[in-house]
């Protein structure tokens, strides 16, 4: 039955309902009726969403209480969603935090899947899951991302059958990652929790034996897909059959004999019609698993004939040189929070991004749904699949965790054709990195054919990366663009030196391999005032546009990047720097963003220019003036606007406060700074003028400007996220003098966090 190519929803929507009426459930009684894995289709399935009974088991005694069976829970609550949603009938918010729950219902086997083996499949479950079938064990899971099933066929009787599910999930503990879940209030940039049952939960039956996982790889230069299948069960002499369609219409076929892993298939293409973004083609696939003439189990499914391949600074999609221009993507929802609403709100949302003219997204610190990955495809929407690694503890005793579950997400999903890379952490600490190059490696194993960034800015430690990144929230379009064009621009650096390099930063070097800005922009714009958004916000409406514009064609116009990813599709909770408002309601004009959006990029059009990547330069550094990783150091300060001339060699600044860098709100400051400008000063003496090399290494958020002996001999728009390192000789030996100096500076904060240390190093000629 071939249902992914059909061009009409109504069609497809129409067959749902055909497939639920036959395992007699009734779609406009329960929520996400759809099947949740189109790309694993069976027609033999019953979903099991909707009310089930519900209990927070503050005691922590459920299992002692003869809660695995047989007992009533003390609530209700509506599946797929998490108690904290409002959809789930509960709406708990951040209000409770608990780490114990059950859920209980009851089910009959359809007549359809009787003598069949019964699969009790869950979309995702955060975090620990235990099941039981009319009191039997039926089997745990641990991860709250990955999906994951049981085999209940022993435990499956006659009438009635009873499910329990036990669920631990212990956010605060840092041994499991949590992604944008708050620890206890929204705030920031984290947002409600998430706990429980969050995705779809289904029955599937299937044959004694049946087809388990399946495994994809379009090749294109051959016009045929390799297919790698694993079946699940004792029968022997089996035959696995592999037959492609196009438009309904057989165009490849393939059989082999079929036991245990490593079944393969080549199927060779009559057809050949690529997968792009601008004709995102599906073929569809039904695999057959059959004894003789009689069918034991069948699956139906679908791929695109699509090729990811790496040259030089260049992704290439099929050959060509494809501008990602990625939106930022969280997944919340004001009412089903990690859960979306209906299949429609999964459609809309690449809908709305693709008005605003992105082509695709990172789906950040969530593992989105297989249904949502679906449309993408569908839609010819290109996506890098993260994980919600936020929260997660680094240490060694963790690790088990996490390989396991991003390796289930993986295997999952790496047949669809809309996931173009992957990206398995975010923004991470130095201590991740142990952790950064052993999934790296794990997920280049299991798919080789996508390239996989080993952490999306912040710490990156792999000195053979296929990717880099960095994320920049400067909103400042002139120095936002100077940026990204010394980027490239070759040549000896300075090095950064490696105590500056604190756990969450660390070189940012080029070198040489396709890179991308994947965290920009993120400008405040919103309804009230009890938001955040990135710098200080726009004047109007048109300035809005005017920095957007700006931020944009700055990458745009930089033939080195392929990729931007805007921070963000739609506001979230108190973060108010999305393109949508929360409901998904309109802030800017669509067809305006998408003109400045969509237009055409140097990198597609010249493909990149730079040439060898910059050699980094290991300086003699002597510190002249230290920063806070040198020791304590003190600065007369004030926040009070001084006179004109408070920069000068001889202002007397003895009436300032006194005060221990850093100042600021964020990372720590030792002296705490909460108005919109600070002016520093203080005496440095120099023994050796003889300067052959000189260094301002500077951590500012935001605009900054520094003095030496009255001269201004640097300033900065816009704001670091990390100590970043700059050339300043020529302007420190116009100005430095015997023995005793004076530095000064001001730094003015717009909005959000704010923070300022710097140090002045020199490298002796001698």
């Known amino acids: 039955m071939n249902v992914f190519n059909n061009k009409s929803l109504k069609f497809e929507v129409g067959l749902i309902l055909f497939l639920t009426v036959i395992t007699s459930v009734f779609a406009a009684d329960i929520p996400r009726p759809e099947h949740p894995r189109p790309d694993m289709l069976r027609t033999n399935w019953v979903t099991l969403n909707g009310e089930w009974q519900f209990e927070i088991d503050e005691a922590e005694n459920g299992e002692q209480r003869g809660l695995i069976s047989g007992k009533d829970l003390q609530g209700k609550i509506v599946v797929p969603f998490c108690p904290e949603s409002k959809l789930s009938g509960i709406g708990l918010g951040n209000t409770r935090y608990f780490k114990h729950c059950w859920y209980r ?88 929790r998430v706990t429980g049952i969050w995705q779809p939960v289904w029955l599937e039956a299937v044959g004694s034996t049946f087809i388990e996982n399946i495994s994809i790889v379009p090749d294109t230069e051959n016009s045929r897909v390799l297919i790698d299948a694993a079946i699940n069960g004792s029968d022997s002499g089996l035959e696995l059959v592999g037959e492609a369609f196009a438009d309904g219409k057989s165009v490849g076929k393939d059989n082999c004999m079929a036991i245990w892993r490593n079944n393969r298939l080549v199927v060779n293409l009559k057809r050949t019609k690529l997968w792009n973004l601008d004709s995102p083609f599906l073929y569809d696939i039904k695999f057959t698993l059959k004894k003789g ?57 690449i809908e709305l991004s693709m008005a605003a003219g992105f082509n695709g997204a990172r789906l950040h610190q969530k593992v989105f749904e297989p249904r949502y990955l679906y449309w993408a495809d569908k839609l010819g929407y290109i996506v890098w699949g993260e994980f919600p690694n936020w929260g997660f503890d680094y240490r060694p005793e963790n690790y088990a965790n996490y390989i396991n579950e991003w390796i289930e997400v993986v295997l999952r999903d790496r047949n669809h054709p809309s996931i173009v890379g992957w990206c398995p952490f975010n923004e991470t600490p130095r201590q991740a990195a142990e952790l950064q190059r052993i999934i790296w490696n794990i997920n280049r194993a299991i798919d080789p054919t996508r390239p996989a960034l080993e952490t999306s800015g912040w710490f990156q430690s792999i000195p053979n990366p296929e990717v880099r990144d960095d994320h920049n929230y400067n909103q400042d379009p002139k120095s936002f663009k100077q940026k990204w064009v010394d980027y490239f621009s070759g040549g000896k650096k300075l090095r950064l030196p490696e105590r500056y390099s604190s756990i969450n930063s660390a070189e940012q070097d080029d070198l040489g391999v396709p890179f991308m800005v994947s965290e920009f922009g993120g400008t405040f714009w919103g309804k009230t005032e009890n938001g955040w958004g990135y710098g200080g916000a726009p004047v109007n409406i048109e300035d809005f546009y005017k920095r957007y514009e700006g931020l944009v064609n700055a990458l745009l116009d930089n033939p080195n990047i392929f990729s931007f990813c805007y921070t963000q599709l739609t506001d979230v909770e108190q973060e108010h720097n999305g393109l949508y408002f929360y409901d998904r309601s309109p802030k800017f004009d669509a067809k305006r963003l998408y003109k400045i959006t969509a237009r055409q990029s140097e990198y597609e059009k010249v493909g990149p220019k730079a040439g060898k990547p910059s050699v980094r330069y290991d300086a003699r550094w002597e510190v002249i003036v230290g920063a ?26 003895g009436s300032w406060q006194t005060g221990l860098a850093p100042f600021g709100t964020i990372s720590n400051p030792k002296t705490r700074w909460t108005t919109s400008d600070i002016w520093l000063r203080k005496k440095f003496e120099v023994k050796n003028q003889n300067i052959k090399t000189a260094a301002l290494v500077v951590f500012y958020d935001e605009d900054t400007e520094v003095f030496v ?29 015997p023995d005793v100096n004076t530095i000064a500076v001001h730094t003015h904060q717009t909005g959000g966090g704010q923070f300022i240390d710097l140090a002045l190093l020199s490298e002796p000629e001698n």
């Not at 069949?116 to 620990?128: A, T």
């Not at 260049?314 to 997944?331: A, C, E, T």
């Not at 806070?628 to 600044?653: C, I, K, L, M, V």
């Open 293 to 349: 003439n009689r069918v034991i189990d069948e699956v139906s499914s679908y791929f695109g004939l699509r090729k990811i391949s790496i040259d030089g600074r260049s992704i290439l999609i099929n050959g060509k040189r494809v501008f990602q221009r990625l939106i930022l993507d969280q997944g919340y929802y004001p009412d089903g929070v990690w859960t979306a609403p209906s299949e429609e709100a999964l459609r809309r949302d």
């Open 105 to 192: 219902r009851n089910f009959e086997l359809p007549s359809s899947m009787a003598g069949k083996r019964i699969r009790l499949h869950f979309g995702g479950v955060d975090y620990k899951t235990k099941v039981y079938v009319n009191g039997n064990f039926a089997g745990e899971h641990i991860g709250g991302s990955a999906s994951f099933w049981f085999d209940i066929t022993p435990f499956i009787q006659a009438g009635s059958n009873e499910i329990v599910v036990y669920v631990f999930d212990d956010l605060r503990s840092a041994r499991q990652p949590g992604g944008k879940q708050s620890y206890d209030k929204s705030e920031g940039c984290v947002y409600t």
């Open 628 to 653: 806070a990783p040198d020791g304590n150091q003190e600065y007369r300060f004030t926040t009070n606007t001084p006179p004109q001339n408070w920069f000068s060699e001889n202002f007397d600044a």
């Open 709 to 737: 002996n009255g001269k201004k001999i640097w300033e900065r728009s816009g704001f670091t996220t990390r100590y970043e390192i700059f050339d300043v000789t020529d302007e420190l030996k116009k100005v430095i003098k």
